[in-house]
């Protein structure tokens, strides 16, 4: 019995070995994919695979998505036309009044500051944008009258005080403004930016200057009924940072009750210098 037992193991042992040997070799004879190589060494093969394919299985095994990696990893490109805001200026005020409010030209000035705060590109080459800013404007007469205003609050021209040297009569009025404008490049650095802007005017005043009997003399009147919004039309004509602009208000800027109905324009040059 022991000795038909022994017998039995070896023939399973040697049976075992045999599929071993088969399975070994059969794996070794496969053929895996393109892009690998097979060695053969004295009696064996072996399937060896390429550096680059060890390479590339190795980033697969890294092939994992980071928040916001594809847009650290691309590279900014800007765009061949692009424009600058401007976002400070300075232009002439023109007043279209009938008279007395005859408002110098070369005296009368608006100072303005903005930022952009969002935009949106419509085409490679023109965009829409929005911005906060403020604004300081000075309409100034320079004759023989002024500007008073009465107990009612009627805002009138009269003369100055007799024997008065005068200097300057002159309507002062600060405002919030949003800007909304459409720009366009027509080349690499130039274009034109059009749009309203939103005028909130949160302050004004007349200021009349003269002297008398050689002392000078300053007389002040707050509120005088500036229109607490109006709307301003520009056109810019943008080159590489200098802006020519020219804007018109369609709008009474000051409050037909107390004044005569009466519209102003300006023109002038802005820059981007933030």
Known sequence: MKKILLVV???LSGALAAGAQTVADTLSCRSIESGVDTVVRGDVKRDVVKDEEVSRHNDRLL???IPFYSKVKKRYHAPSYWLDTPNVGFGFLKAYSSDPYDFSVQNSYEIFANVELDSHNVTRRSSFAFGLGVSWKNFSMTGRESMVKDDSGNISVNPYPEKADPRVSKLRIASLTMPLTYSCALGKGWGFTLGPVLNFNAYSSIVNKYSLDGEKQKDKYKKVHCNAFT??????????GVTLFVKYCPMPLMDKSYWPDWQYGSAGVALSIF
């Open 231 to 240: 709307v301003d039309l520009m056109y810019q004509l943008n080159i590489h």
């Open 9 to 11: 193991s070896v023939v």
């Open 63 to 65: 092939d994992f998505d």
